[in-house]
């Protein structure tokens, strides 16, 4: 889902816990594949957990 305003506030639904949050979503990549989920966004609290990790390994792994 991308997202979806009502009232003025917007609305997205997070794609790694499901959650619904508004304000602003996160780009989950690489935690997830963004082309399988078109307009993915993640909360905060998932992009702090488990998308930034999953960037630092990345990069990590790419530094051999």
Do not use: S, W
């Not at 997070?14 to 979503?25: A, H, K, L, R, S």
């Not at 957990?49 to 530094?63: C, D, F, N, S, T």
Request: overall charge negative.
């Amino acid at each position: 889902m991308a997202h979806t305003t009502r009232d003025g506030q917007r609305y997205f639904r997070c794609e790694i816990c499901q959650d619904v949050f508004e304000g602003y979503g996160n780009n989950p990549d690489p935690y997830i594949d963004i082309e399988e989920f078109d307009n993915a966004e993640c909360c905060d609290n998932c992009n702090l957990l488990k998308v930034i990790p999953a960037r630092i390994e990345q990069l990590q792994g790419g530094r051999q």
